[in-house]
């Protein structure tokens, strides 16, 4: 029964076991449950290496957030970096998903997705939520221009 569960959560969203969670703070105290918060994580971009994402956002608390049947806001924010020497894959494709995060039980979605503008040679990584049927136009961006790495 548990291998079930685990290949239906590795099916369903892969891309979410990359996010290593650095901290949070509190931002309204719940009496019953646990506090709203935001949460900050950090990601490698599984198919460029070389590159950090930092990414903050919001986690709903209360009986639901325990429960996990809250949906979490919209609003998050992304900063990634070159930490080494960045080796492109030339199968990277424009808008490929790099990360994504269930922020409700079903329907809603953070997902960051990269960019290369070969033109300028700089990554572009976008974070935004999405539903099945209405997304969000909040967003935000982040650049890494691909420099030569001197250790």
Partial sequence: ?????????LFINPLQLYAEEIGSVDTVFKFLGSNHKIIVEAFDDPKVS???CHLSRAKTGGISGSLGIAEDKAEASIAC???GPIQLSPKIRNGEPVFSKKTSLVFKTLQVVRFYDNKRNVLIYLVYSDKIIE??????ISTVPILKWFP
């Fill in 135 to 140: 997304g969000s136009p909040k967003n935000s």
């Fill in 1 to 9: 029964m548990n291998r079930i569960v685990f290949i239906f959560i």
């Fill in 50 to 52: 070389g590159v950090t």
């Fill in 81 to 83: 970096r070159q930490i």
